[in-house]
């Protein structure tokens, strides 16, 4: 049971979001190699600490936005960005 | 029993409502008791102190505790479906008209022919069942399991609906306290003055904790006085929710505990719609952990006797409930607070006949007879303690009369909810237990004897402190109060955890588990603290072994050569106490477990007797059965005929629809679909297909382009959530420099397919005037936005999923019903026939039409025989990884149809595919079938599915296996377009 910053609602249950895994860097582009794109798509990064993740204000806004969250004590932070 | 039904255990004073007569029955006797009492304290009243039997062994059982840790005194409570099981009789509130049984006994309480099970122990010893149950392992499940079953176990369930409702809350505050003994109080007290809001939660009925339990005074008043008059004061505060009768139960992220209150448990009947328990969800900014702690006892042969208790708990009842627990009682402790019952009882006229203190240096207070240095070895008595022998320092022997005896082995503070987020308690040598660790629920602290610190004095301190200190962190300023006085005594305990000797010892009574059984486990190797507990079932169960597992871990500890902290603790987790299921469901049960979406015809559907099914949360008709038909086939195979014959009409509104506009609305579609859509024309529909990014297909549908910058697409029912989730994704998070904005108006349209040759006459029928749709005018795949019934706007497109010339019209939702209605009487001359999901399902088959089967998360564009579909001269999601090596082999499974050889035989779903001179396995298979049906129209079972390589295999004979089933049959690789294969009907 998390409680989750929506950047346009604020702190919001975890009950009206989505999880959407780690959050990605930017697609590639369509000249990249297969092995570049499927380590893209399908390799996150597990790390013990903060990762990055999308969650999905699914029963709100419906806003698209990622997080930092602590993997072991579940802390989040906002990333550095604009929190797009 | 002499003094049973007379009451005469009952001293004076105590809290108790003695104008308040309460009647109740244990297992079919009438008994009397207090306003105020639980059930375990009116049963000491009455002199009852057998209550249970043990879970293994059936021996007699007593109440132990006075509180929520009870091993032993385990009931039933009320009536048939109201029957709940498994009940603590120690924290069951007593009203008039209670009904309570004791459980896992037969025929009786006194007399249980299962009890034999205690002279067999040597062979029920730790880990028996995996020793004796083993082999052979046929006779498990017929003999064994159904022997330990009756043997073994608590109590049963009524078997019925739980009658009950339950209710789900949520809370915030500023300040969570768990418990309101002194420490809870003086800490809600010091947050409330200060404006904070403040929630403090108890489990019991009465505010106060063991303050109602001592004679221990605060200031000038009683403790309990004090305590009354603080939760007064609380209760009045609006900027404070004072909460009895509510466990908090879990710890959980950022703050958040569980807690349930139990709304009506104290009450005969509840009242019409009440819940009968909450289960509340509370946000909070901090808390504090004041939930005490719970006294251990100490092991030795013969220690589980009705009548011998902790020694806290024997003076609780006799202060609290005016109870003396029997007439003569005596102590065991190896700490000073075990003298605090003998002093207390002795104030109240109850004969102390010796107190045992393990320690050389026993303090007397002159309230009996002390045998320092001294032990108690055994006790006497078959369905009640009569005497117990004691073991002075000089090793001399002696029976000792008393029917009840209080045991205190030390207290260990109530640690649990520091350790649900993983936390591990950390030992405290000075009070030989284990207090909070530094690392738990973020937020959360601790004050009062849950961290170890006992006395009074540093309970209302300490909960001051804590309370100033947590709301410190959140920027709320509260001033620390004096605090009354109270005794500040320190603690002084000497670790003593099991007498050594030849009788059992019980560690923990509500498993059986002995020290000999914990020196087993040693013995055979499960000497880890979580391997312990799984192979003796120590601190299993619904106590959870409150009273039980510290003392398991220094058996282990002593055994294994090690400190207690080196042994260490097993996990703590959610929920503290047991907790009904029906309050972590809620509301959400029977019909509304779930919400239901209905259709806008669903009324008009219902009136023509139509079967429904659950589609996802749709109910959706399956097919409307008309006089004269008897089974479900006849319905469907005349809904296809008539509509492939004249004209059908089904509602598809569930398909979900999204709304896409924008100057960029057409790119980013063309991005979303691998087909494209930059091109298509306004006035036009487009199947369209979407990957997902690996390459494989996600979901299908058309979308009609509205106007330049509109397009409104249709996806699956089943994907409707997760395809608008993805492209909100794609727009929010792929290409946030589109401008494109989209929405779902599922629920906004109510949408009807009207199919067959006759489709366009009952359309031209309520389209209004002004638009033409013959087929010069509106040809197949056209859509436009028209007036229907003199002037109502509606969409229409020109769209097929049976194969028939087809539309679909849509209008604003409520309009829905209405038009249903004007469609059967506009098709009425035509024999306009209603059909349901079953014949779609059946005309799509026909048709070849891929849907939920085929889409199934592992099929690509290729499979589909759709591989043209994905264009090369455009990115779109998926397209790149769709190319992959693998996704691309010539002989990769194509979609094709299949047609049995012999027409009776059935094809059924799921069956796999092999080549007739091959063997059947996994090796040799060549693909399966997806979707099968019955086809009136070619009078024969058919299905679809995939085939390695099967663009090619047209004419082949293969077999059709499906072992689960139990059917192989011959089948012919056809076309999976089984009716119209060139579309001419839909173009006509």
């Given at each position: 049971m998390l409680s989750l910053p929506c950047p346009f609602c604020g702190q919001r249950d975890e009950t009206e979001f989505l999880n959407a895994g780690p959050a990605k860097p930017a697609r590639p582009n369509a000249d990249v190699t297969d092995s570049k794109w499927v380590e893209w798509l399908t390799v996150p990064v597990n790390t013990i600490g903060y990762v990055e993740e999308k969650w999905w204000h699914a029963k709100g806004c419906g806003k698209w936005f990622t997080i930092k969250r602590h993997t072991v004590t579940h802390e989040i932070k906002m990333p550095d960005e604009d929190g797009r | 029993m002499s003094d049973a039904m007379t009451g005469l255990n009952r001293l004076d004073g105590g809290l108790i409502d003695r104008s308040a007569e309460l009647n109740f029955r244990f297992d079919g006797k009438s008994l009397e008791g207090y306003g105020g009492d639980t059930l375990a304290s009116a049963l000491l009243a009455n002199g009852v102190r057998l209550m249970g039997r043990s879970f293994k062994y059936h021996r007699p059982r007593g109440v132990l505790s006075a509180g929520a840790e009870e091993p032993n005194a385990i009931v039933a409570l009320r009536e048939g479906a109201f029957t709940e099981p498994n009940t603590r009789a120690t924290t069951a509130e007593l009203f008039d008209g209670l009904v309570a049984r004791s459980q896992n006994r037969w025929p009786s309480l006194a007399f249980d022919a299962m009890a034999v099970n205690d002279i067999m122990s040597d062979f029920l010893t730790a880990g028996f069942y995996y020793k004796t149950f083993m082999w052979p392992a046929k006779f498990w499940e017929k003999i064994y399991e159904p022997i330990i079953r009756h043997a073994a176990g608590l109590g049963a369930l009524s078997g019925m609906s739980d009658p009950d409702c339950y209710d789900k809350g949520f809370l915030h505050c500023d300040l969570l306290i768990i418990g309101a003994g002194p420490a809870g109080l003086a800490a809600a007290l010091t947050a409330g003055r200060s404006g904070a809001r403040v929630i403090i939660a108890d489990e019991d009925f009465l505010p106060g904790g063991r303050l109602n339990a001592e004679t221990i005074a605060v200031g000038d008043a009683a403790g309990a006085e004090w305590a009354a008059q603080v939760a007064a004061e609380l209760a009045s505060m609006p900027n404070v929710r004072l909460m009895t009768r509510t466990t908090v139960i879990g710890a959980f992220d950022h703050g958040i505990y569980g807690a349930v209150e139990r709304v009506t448990d104290h009450l005969a009947t509840a009242p019409d719609g009440t819940a009968r328990q909450v289960l509340w969800r509370i946000y909070s900014?901090?808390?504090?952990?004041?939930?005490?702690?719970?006294?251990?006892?100490?092991?030795?042969?013969?220690?589980?006797?009705?009548?011998?208790?902790?020694?806290?708990?024997?003076?609780?009842?006799?202060?609290?409930?005016?109870?003396?627990?029997?007439?003569?009682?005596?102590?065991?402790?190896?700490?000073?607070?075990?003298?605090?019952?003998?002093?207390?009882?002795?104030?109240?006229?109850?004969?102390?006949?010796?107190?045992?203190?393990?320690?050389?240096?026993?303090?007397?207070?002159?309230?009996?007879?002390?045998?320092?240095?001294?032990?108690?070895?055994?006790?006497?008595?078959?369905?009640?303690?009569?005497?117990?022998?004691?073991?002075?320092?000089?090793?001399?022997?002696?029976?000792?009369?008393?029917?009840?005896?209080?045991?205190?082995?030390?207290?260990?503070?109530?640690?649990?909810?520091?350790?649900?987020?993983?936390?591990?308690?950390?030992?405290?040598?000075?009070?030989?237990?284990?207090?909070?660790?530094?690392?738990?629920?973020?937020?959360?602290?601790?004050?009062?004897?849950?961290?170890?610190?006992?006395?009074?004095?540093?309970?209302?301190?300490?909960?001051?402190?804590?309370?100033?200190?947590?709301?410190?962190?959140?920027?709320?300023?509260?001033?620390?109060?004096?605090?009354?006085?109270?005794?500040?005594?320190?603690?002084?305990?000497?670790?003593?955890?099991?007498?050594?000797?030849?009788?059992?010892?019980?560690?923990?009574?509500?498993?059986?588990?002995?020290?000999?059984?914990?020196?087993?486990?040693?013995?055979?190797?499960?000497?880890?603290?979580?391997?312990?507990?799984?192979?003796?079932?120590?601190?299993?169960?619904?106590?959870?072994?409150?009273?039980?597992?510290?003392?398991?871990?220094?058996?282990?500890?002593?055994?294994?050569?090690?400190?207690?902290?080196?042994?260490?603790?097993?996990?703590?987790?959610?929920?503290?106490?047991?907790?009904?299921?029906?309050?972590?469901?809620?509301?959400?049960?029977?019909?509304?477990?779930?919400?239901?979406?209905?259709?806008?015809?669903?009324?008009?559907?219902?009136?023509?007797?139509?079967?429904?099914?659950?589609?996802?949360?749709?109910?959706?008709?399956?097919?409307?059965?008309?006089?004269?038909?008897?089974?479900?086939?006849?319905?469907?195979?005349?809904?296809?005929?008539?509509?492939?014959?004249?004209?059908?009409?089904?509602?598809?509104?569930?398909?979900?629809?999204?709304?896409?506009?924008?100057?960029?609305?057409?790119?980013?579609?063309?991005?979303?679909?691998?087909?494209?859509?930059?091109?298509?024309p306004v006035g036009k529909t487009r199947y369209g297909l979407m990957l997902r990014e690996d390459g494989i297909v996600m979901d299908d549908g058309t979308t009609a382009r509205l106007g330049e910058t509109q397009f409104v697409m249709t996806t699956t029912t089943a994907n409707a959530v997760g395809v608008f989730r993805h492209m909100e994704f794609a727009r929010q998070c792929l290409w946030p420099d589109l401008d494109v904005q989209i929405i779902s108006t599922t629920e906004a349209w109510a949408q009807f397919a009207v199919a067959g040759p006759n489709s366009r006459k009952v359309l031209e029928k309520i389209v209004d005037p002004a638009f033409d749709i013959s087929n010069d005018a509106f040809p197949f795949m056209a859509c436009g936005e028209i007036t229907v019934c003199g002037g109502l706007r509606a969409r229409l497109f020109r769209i097929s999923f049976s194969g028939e010339l087809a539309y679909e019209i849509a209008v604003p939702t409520r309009y829905g019903d209405a038009l249903i209605r004007r469609l059967m009487e506009a098709g009425e001359e035509f024999d306009i026939t209603p059909y349901g999901m079953e014949a779609l399902g059946v005309m799509r088959i026909e048709k070849g039409h891929a849907a939920g089967n085929e889409l199934n998360g592992t099929t690509t564009a290729l499979n589909l025989g759709l591989g043209r579909m994905v264009s090369k001269t455009k990115d779109s999601i998926g397209s790149i990884l769709s190319e992959r090596e693998g996704l691309t082999r010539d002989d990769a499974l194509i979609q094709v149809g299949f047609k049995p050889v012999d027409p009776n035989d059935p094809v059924v779903a799921g069956s796999h595919l092999m080549n007739i001179d091959d063997p059947a396995n996994a090796a040799h298979d060549q693909g399966y079938i997806t979707s099968a049906a019955y086809s009136p129209c070619l009078e024969s079972s058919i299905g679809i599915g995939f085939l390695e390589n099967g663009a090619t295999r047209k004419g082949e004979i293969i077999r059709a296996m499906n072992p689960v089933e139990g059917s192989e049959i011959m089948v012919e690789v056809v076309s999976a377009h089984f009716v119209d294969p060139e579309g001419e009907r839909l173009r006509a």
């Open positions: - | 900014k901090r808390s504090i952990l004041c939930a005490g702690s719970i006294e251990r006892p100490i092991a030795f042969a013969n220690n589980d006797r009705p009548g011998i208790m902790q020694a806290g708990a024997l003076r609780a009842y006799a202060n609290r409930w005016a109870v003396a627990a029997a007439s003569e009682v005596a102590v065991f402790t190896n700490n000073d607070d075990g003298h605090r019952t003998a002093s207390d009882l002795a104030a109240k006229g109850v004969k102390v006949t010796a107190i045992i203190d393990t320690r050389a240096d026993a303090p007397d207070h002159g309230d009996a007879e002390v045998l320092a240095g001294a032990c108690v070895t055994d006790s006497r008595g078959r369905l009640g303690l009569s005497k117990i022998k004691v073991r002075s320092a000089d090793g001399s022997q002696r029976w000792i009369k008393c029917g009840a005896l209080g045991v205190s082995g030390g207290w260990n503070p109530n640690v649990h909810l520091t350790c649900h987020q993983r936390g591990r308690p950390v030992w405290n040598e000075a009070i030989a237990a284990f207090v909070p660790g530094a690392v738990g629920p973020v937020g959360l602290s601790s004050a009062g004897a849950a961290s170890g610190m006992f006395s009074t004095a540093a309970a209302l301190t300490g909960g001051a402190v804590a309370a100033v200190n947590a709301l410190g962190e959140i920027g709320i300023k509260a001033k620390a109060m004096a605090m009354p006085e109270a005794e500040d005594a320190p603690v002084s305990i000497t670790a003593f955890w099991h007498v050594t000797g030849k009788g059992r010892a019980w560690l923990d009574q509500q498993n059986d588990v002995t020290v000999k059984d914990v020196k087993l486990a040693h013995q055979e190797n499960f000497q880890s603290v979580e391997h312990l507990k799984r192979y003796t079932t120590l601190g299993m169960a619904t106590d959870q072994g409150k009273t039980s597992n510290i003392a398991g871990l220094a058996v282990m500890a002593e055994i294994a050569g090690k400190t207690i902290p080196e042994v260490g603790t097993t996990i703590y987790r959610p929920p503290y106490t047991p907790t009904a299921i029906g309050a972590f469901g809620g509301r959400s049960r029977d019909e509304t477990f779930r919400p239901v979406r209905l259709t806008p015809s669903h009324k008009w559907a219902s009136e023509q007797g139509a079967v429904f099914v659950e589609v996802g949360m749709w109910m959706r008709a399956q097919w409307f059965p008309q006089a004269g038909e008897t089974e479900w086939r006849q319905s469907v195979d005349r809904e296809v005929l008539a509509t492939r014959r004249s004209v059908g009409v089904c509602d598809v509104t569930t398909l979900g629809k999204i709304d896409v506009q924008g100057a960029d609305a057409a790119t980013f579609l063309n991005r979303i679909y691998c087909n494209g859509f930059a091109k298509l």
